[in-house]
């Protein structure tokens, strides 16, 4: 891929609040107008509709995703993706997640976003993942995480490495969550 991709997580429910999925469309918009592919679960639905939705709102924009086969076999793959890559699991979908984008956005999701959220933080703390991961606290959704996290530290139960932002960054806004990733602000945790 010649051009810079920034993997987004999210969910793909279709019954997310407005608020959220308004924050998707607009985050999917800046990465493209900031000249960065985006790269989702490819689902049609839910933010993670509405991140392809908003990138390919720009001309020439890219929307990757990455889906398993038993996904695209129950119909559940988005057809305006400008590239898709199909996985044999998950565990190979999350990787190849990872593995597509020069950073990762975590917007607010269930029990899949928190999962690739979890696993890649645990790959940073391991220092087997060195890129940006912004955590995107729209109106608050990530609060008690971040206080669990807190907690876990407090307990002496994370390891930091000396890792820059200590494994996350917080941003409140798509702006401020694509700044972060391709490196024009800051922002702690």
């Not at 607009?26 to 908003?54: D, F, W």
């Not at 890559?85 to 190849?96: E, I, L």
Request: aromatic residues 6%; proline residues 5%.
């Amino acid at each position: 891929m010649n051009k810079k991709a920034i993997t987004i997580y999210c969910a793909s429910s279709p019954e997310a609040p407005q608020q959220f999925l308004n924050a998707a469309y607009e985050l999917g918009r800046l990465c493209a107008e900031a000249g960065a592919a985006t790269v989702t679960g490819a689902g049609m639905t839910g933010l993670m509709g509405e991140v392809v939705r908003g990138t390919l709102s720009v001309p020439e924009a890219e929307a990757i995703g990455v889906i398993p086969q038993f996904m695209v076999d129950r119909g559940w793959a988005n057809p305006a993706m400008t590239e898709l890559y199909v996985t044999d699991s998950m565990h190979s979908r999350k990787q190849k997640l990872a593995e597509l984008g020069c950073g990762a956005i975590a917007l607010p999701g269930g029990l899949g976003t928190l999962d690739e959220l979890m696993d890649l933080l645990t790959q940073c703390q391991l220092g087997m993942y060195s890129n940006p991961v912004v955590i995107l606290n729209i109106d608050g959704f990530y609060d008690n995480l971040l206080a669990q996290l807190a907690h876990a530290d407090a307990c002496s139960m994370m390891r930091h490495m000396g890792l820059p932002g200590n494994l996350w960054l917080v941003a409140t806004t798509p702006a401020e969550a694509v700044n972060l990733i391709l490196g024009n602000g800051t922002a702690g945790n």
